[in-house]
């Protein structure tokens, strides 16, 4: 990638803007998303250091901040992408499965948190929760079985609760919180909790603000 300053706006002249740093190189995309956005196929270039810092700057110190790399890295390699990411200051990774996470860990610096969002085989538990891998709970059957992984290892398992608020795909509903929270007490030695999430689908989409405003309100009740 070459070090380049480079100045950009819109058509119109309205919105101006300039990029500094290394960027990667110029790729082509027609999914159906840029076409809707662009008409046809787009063109993108990327300067990773400098998206990690505006983010930073916009949400301050303290919060942690996670790359998603699910899809083999949205199609530019896990392989390359997590250790330029790491270059830039990042420390957190989400994947969708199992696999992604071992690829991650395979090519990390091995000092980054790994988060696994979605697929889970029962078989691969005891790597994950050995491998301090966060993984996203969102029903009691694989609670238990992770349970019983953590027991047998005599090792914490890192989960993130994922609660139903809408979506109506994964997560606990609030009728199932009490059962919920009285495994999570009487096991406290197995159990460290890193997060409390939701799925808000299609967040980006106005077409979807109604709903989304119905699942942050359950959020913020059922957190209570």
């Known amino acids: 990638m070459k070090s380049l300053s480079l100045k950009a706006s819109c058509l119109c002249g309205g919105i101006k803007f300039k990029t500094e740093g290394s960027h990667r190189d110029v790729q082509n995309c027609h999914c159906s998303q840029c076409m809707k956005t662009h008409g046809h196929h787009a063109a993108y270039t990327n300067v990773e250091e400098q998206n990690i810092k505006f983010i930073r700057k916009l949400v301050g110190p303290k919060?942690?901040?996670?790359?998603?790399?699910?899809?083999?890295?949205?199609?530019?390699?896990?392989?390359?992408f997590v250790p330029l990411a790491e270059s830039c200051g990042v420390n957190h990774f989400s994947v969708f499965s199992q696999d992604e996470a071992y690829k991650v860990k395979k090519y990390s610096n091995k000092k980054s948190t790994i988060m696994i969002m979605g697929a889970l085989h029962y078989a691969d538990i005891n790597w994950v929760i050995k491998n301090d891998i966060e993984f996203y709970l969102f029903n009691l059957t694989r609670f238990t079985i992770a349970l019983k992984s953590a027991k047998r290892l005599k090792k914490k398992m890192c989960i993130h609760i994922e609660l139903e608020t809408g979506m109506n795909r994964t997560g606990f509903s609030q009728e199932e919180l009490p059962e919920l929270i009285s495994l999570l007490k009487s096991n406290e030695e197995y159990v460290a909790i890193k997060g409390l999430c939701t799925h808000f689908a299609g967040a980006e989409s106005i077409s979807n603000y109604y709903r989304i405003k119905k699942q942050i309100k359950h959020f913020k009740i059922s957190k209570y």
């Open 63 to 80: 919060p942690i901040i996670s790359s998603v790399v699910k899809g083999n890295a949205y199609g530019h390699g896990i392989k390359d």
